[in-house]
């Protein structure tokens, strides 16, 4: 018989699951139920859209892209084992995106519904327009993705590292880290255990029994003291979750999404630089997995990324998907493509079965916000150290859009300040310049594309390009003028300048006017460089 021709690569099939995929399934199933859970406590908790609409319209669709997205990677990583004729590859983690999920629940869904409450609007109707708009925002952040995934490279050399960073890394400090905190430290044991936990397993590498994950752990032992605390009868306020009963739902493709288009151009400050980010965390975390020994295609990773996201959804999701930036620790915890698999069929299978749902539901905020407090920090922190040192005073800066947007959300609580009273301090000139409350309610809008732009301006500063920071000056007026940043409007929507009048129409050119003013001074600084080069 003649010997075979055929590659041994050829033939080289790997196994489907081995036993470190057992502890990557459930690091990755808890991070996605974490960011389900907060989206959830957000929405049903602290703005009251119905639960029934949360849990059996909206979570399905999410679930949805959760399945079809780790079906993809799993898919990849045995067509890589296959072509290497290796056994270790570790398929690609997707999941929820945590800053811009929780970003859409704290600053688009919830604020929508209860914007829609108070012009009179039942909580049932305006629960269903805000699932629309949760749609139309996915839809959106989809097909942004899916054209970027074909220029990832290039949008990484126009806009430095430091503005994409420090942008997100405002947010998460912010806005992740400070108002979880808040809910944490509002059931103190149970909060601080959990929080500590996952510092002592994810920071200090501390060592855990079994070789448990960390973040399952901290997880594990924070329902424990939540429930036998809570039954016992020493946590303030604990009581037992009203569950909502769910049916099955298989959640077909649909049109709902153009119903929210109009309802979310205001947001747009929000959804473009969402999706944006989303692509540069997916250049990011596919040099990461190269680095790992897994050489996947930039393009194909960022390709899954926007399908999974737009098929979420055309069918009633609301929070995007992205591949994690973990994917060496889960090589480390001997985790392949089983682990992507089991998770995709786990959360996907049980978001439209009812299960995810079911068990969200007993998932207690105090226990969940920790979580979501650590990958704010961790993601701050990246800000800095992936950035060049001489940039760190740029991702700095980037961080104080996303203060004044904190208190913005503070201050616009009508429990808070009732909206007449708002109103007035909104337009109270007291001489000495723009009233107060108006200034922060405009420096906090569109904060995360301010962020981007002042922290680009100020690495062509410092890199000598002063060319490049008098376009961005400009750029920065003209969309200060159109409301795409610093919205005079405290809703934060888009306009046209002319429509503007009295004060409103005072702020918005005395911020566009100071953008374009120091683009004059920068530009004619400029010429002493050309002027010197010049005599030489």
Known sequence: MPPSTESPIANHKSRLFVPGDLNGFFGLVVDNL???????????????????????????GTALGVLVGNLLYTWMARRLAARSGRDDVTAMPLGLDAPTSIGMALLVLGPAFAGMRARGLDPQAAGIATWQLGMASLVIMGALKLVLSFAGDAITRWVPR?????????????????????????????????????LYALVAKGR??????????AFLVGLALYYGL?????????????????????????????????????YLSLLLPFGLLMVV????????????????????????????????GVC??????????????????????????????????????????????????AVLAPIIVYVGVDISVQAFHSTRREHAIAVALAFLPAVAYLLTIKFGNPAWIAPERFAELYAS??????????TIVVLGNGFIITAMLWATILVAMIDARPRRAVGCLLLAAALTAFGIIHSVHPQGAIYLPWELEGLRRTIAWQFAGAYAALAVVLALLSLQGEAKRAAQ
């Open 34 to 60: 974490s960011i389900l859970g907060f989206i959830a406590a957000a929405l049903v908790g602290l703005f009251g859209v119905p639960a029934e609409i949360v849990f059996g319209r909206m979570f399905p």
């Open 281 to 312: 965390g997916g250049i990011n975390v596919s040099e990461s997995a190269r680095a790992a020994g897994d050489d996947y295609r930039t393009r194909d990773v960022l390709l899954v990324e926007a399908v999974s996201t737009l098929v979420a």
């Open 162 to 198: 430091a503005a994409l960073l420090g942008s997100i890394g405002g947010a998460a400090l912010v806005l992740l880290g400070f108002l979880p905190l808040v809910e944490t430290l509002r059931s103190p044991v149970v909060g601080l255990v959990t929080l500590g936990l996952l």
């Open 316 to 365: 009633g999701g609301v929070a995007q998907t992205t591949p994690y930036i973990g994917q060496p620790a889960y090589k480390h915890m001997g985790a392949r493509s089983g682990y992507t698999l089991l998770t995709g069929l786990f959360i996907g299978l049980g978001g439209m079965l009812g299960i995810v749902s079911g068990l969200v539901q007993w998932l207690p905020l």
């Open 208 to 217: 855990l029994p079994l070789r448990i994950p960390g973040v399952l752990f």
């Open 429 to 438: 000139v007291d001489g000495h310049g723009l009233p107060e409350l108006a």
């Open 230 to 266: 809570g039954l016992a009868g020493a946590l303030p306020g604990f009581a037992l979750p009203r569950t909502v009963p769910l049916a099955p739902v298989l959640p077909w493709p649909s049109l709902g999404f153009l119903e929210g288009l109009p309802a979310a151009v205001p």
